[in-house]
């Protein structure tokens, strides 16, 4: 190996040498292989936040199921009123008379009401000896 001296000798040949007009040339080279190329398929472009959507629109229709599920079960419990509730309603209603009640029925829910609430002769005097014993019989007459 040739010896070499740094301090007297500064200048050190790599060994590499770049073409004349290499830097000038290389845009134009360049530019005729990608034209040579075959042209590539177009890439669908999507965006990140596209699969985030997904997730937050997923876990939000998790979170409304979660919420309705329950909230319509207990609603079907609790629109099941039993009749006693109702009657004990109408009962305390001391706006309500017995004219709007029916305007308020068909007449065949009158037939059935008849039907149902028909009053024997038994019965009849039974229903006298407790009006009679009514201390309110001028305001249920007069209603």
């Known amino acids: 190996m040739k010896r070499f001296d740094l301090e007297n000798n500064d200048k ?11 830097f000038e040339l290389f845009e134009a080279k360049m530019m005729q292989q990608i034209s040579a190329e075959k042209p590539a398929k177009e890439v669908k472009v999507v965006s990140l936040f596209y699969r985030k959507q997904v997730w937050i629109s997923s876990i939000a229709a998790l979170f409304l199921l979660a919420i309705a ?14 009749s006693t509730t109702i009657e004990s309603y109408l009962a305390e209603q001391q706006s309500v008379n017995t004219n709007e009640l029916i305007q308020h029925l068909s007449d065949e829910d009158i037939t059935e009401l ?7 002769t038994t019965e009849s005097d039974e229903i006298e000896d ?5 201390e309110n019989l001028d305001y249920i007459l007069n209603e």
């Open 114 to 120: 008849e039907s149902t609430l028909g009053v024997s």
């Open 130 to 134: 407790y009006l009679s014993e009514t």
């Open 12 to 22: 050190i040949n790599s060994g590499f040498k770049t073409p004349e007009h290499y």
């Open 69 to 82: 599920i329950p909230v319509y079960f207990n609603m079907a419990k609790e629109s099941n009123l039993e």
